[in-house]
Each structure stands twice: as C-alpha cells, then as structure tokens.
C-alpha cells in the first residue's frame, strides 16, 4: 500500500484547508483499509487526529479537533480527506494519513502499517 498526502500549506488562524491522501493499494480494495490522520511536531511523539472505518460508516476524532475537523472518504476515489476548519496556531504539524486493516480505528500509530510521506501544514497567528 502506497499512500500520497497532499493539500498542507501556511494559513492563517481561523482559515480552512482541506488535505487529501490517495492510495494504491494493488491487488486489495481501497475500502479494504481503515484509514487515520496523525500529526508530528519537532520533539513530539506522532499523534492521533481523526480515522475512519473501511466503510466509511463510523470516525473518530481528537478531542481538540472535534467540530472543526472532518474525515470522509471516497472509495471510487481511492482517497480520504481530513476538511480542516477554523485552523489554529496549535493545529500547526506535519500531517500524516496511514493505513490499517484492522476491526476498529485504532489511536496509536504502531497500530497502523502503512504511512503517507506527510504535508506540512502551518497555522499563524
């Protein structure tokens, strides 16, 4: 499984952005796979944004993004979405998309075995 994130950039406090992870999975459905956000600060372990249920059917979100974040997915697409709103100082990392296929969403990223390059997104004050 390959993963490909997109979307990040430099924005400021209050503005959205929306980032993108395409996947190629060969031989295995998209939909095969469970599918999280994480990010990373210098000096922090990775941590758990959002994920979402091979169907789609059921998220999990971080507290302190809950209501300002969206995880979806498009299956046809091969590729999940994290719509990130009012966007915070705090919010500023590298993203991450990964990949499981196990029966719940897990939070920890050792549970996760396929990863994204990540995409740098900034948030000023």
């Known amino acids: 499984v390959q993963l490909q994130a997109s979307g990040g950039g430099l924005v400021q406090a209050g503005d959205s952005l929306r980032l993108s992870c395409v996947g190629s999975t060969g031989a295995y459905s998209f939909s095969t796979y469970n599918l999280a956000w994480f990010r990373q600060t210098p000096g922090k372990e990775r941590e758990f944004v959002a994920g979402?249920?091979?169907?789609?059917?059921?998220?999990s979100y971080l507290d302190s993004v809950k209501g300002r974040f969206t995880v979806s997915r498009d299956n046809a697409k091969n590729t999940v979405y994290l719509q990130c709103m009012s966007l915070k100082p705090e919010d500023t990392a590298v993203y991450y998309c990964?990949?499981?296929?196990?029966?719940?969403?897990?939070?920890?990223?050792?549970?996760?075995?396929?990863w994204g390059q990540g995409t740098q997104v900034t948030v000023s004050s």
């Open positions: 979402i249920m091979r169907s789609g059917g059921s998220t």
């Open positions: 990964a990949a499981n296929s196990r029966s719940y969403i897990a939070t920890r990223g050792i549970h996760y075995d396929y």
